[in-house]
């Protein structure tokens, strides 16, 4: 692995990029451990009617579509976000996956997956009462990363 650091006069705000051939579990260990610097500091700017609100991404518990608009849950609230799922999915740390065609889901806030293996599975989320569906395709994928996560592999 080559690291290479770059010293930008007059940016903003610091930027690590990775590349990679493919993304495995070494590479989202390495996203967390950095995104994880950020002392989870990182806020989205998310709306609930005109009020604009900046919530810490760890209070999020996963993103949804609801017709064109996308909804951010957390524990007690449902905001609307501006971006659309593609673009979260670049956005978002590696606690963050998607887990069908209109959901994404905070891998670090799941509490329980009820598993059916002939129609989408079910992810409660601690601390909350909401519930969101996983697809068939996705659910093997989001499993072997929560065991790596739990793991700390």
């Not at 692995?1 to 930008?8: A, G, Y």
């Amino acid at each position: 692995m080559k690291v290479k650091i770059e010293i930008v006069k007059g940016l903003e705000e610091e930027e690590v990029i990775i590349r990679c051939g493919a993304l495995d579990d070494a590479v989202v260990g390495l996203q967390d451990y950095l995104s994880k610097q950020n002392d989870g500091k990182r806020c989205l700017a998310l709306a609930e009617g005109e009020t604009d609100f900046f919530i810490p991404m760890g209070d999020i518990l996963f993103f949804e579509t609801q017709g064109r608009e996308i909804r951010a849950h957390t524990a007690d609230k449902i905001f609307t976000c501006g971006y659309k799922l593609y673009e979260l999915e670049e956005l978002l740390p590696g606690c963050f996956m998607r887990v069908s065609k209109s959901t994404i889901v905070n891998l670090d806030r799941i509490y329980s997956v009820t598993r059916n293996l002939t129609a989408s599975s079910i992810v409660e989320f601690a601390g909350s009462c909401k519930q969101a569906f996983v697809s068939r395709a996705y659910y093997k994928a989001m499993t072997e990363r929560l065991r790596a996560r739990r793991l700390g592999l």
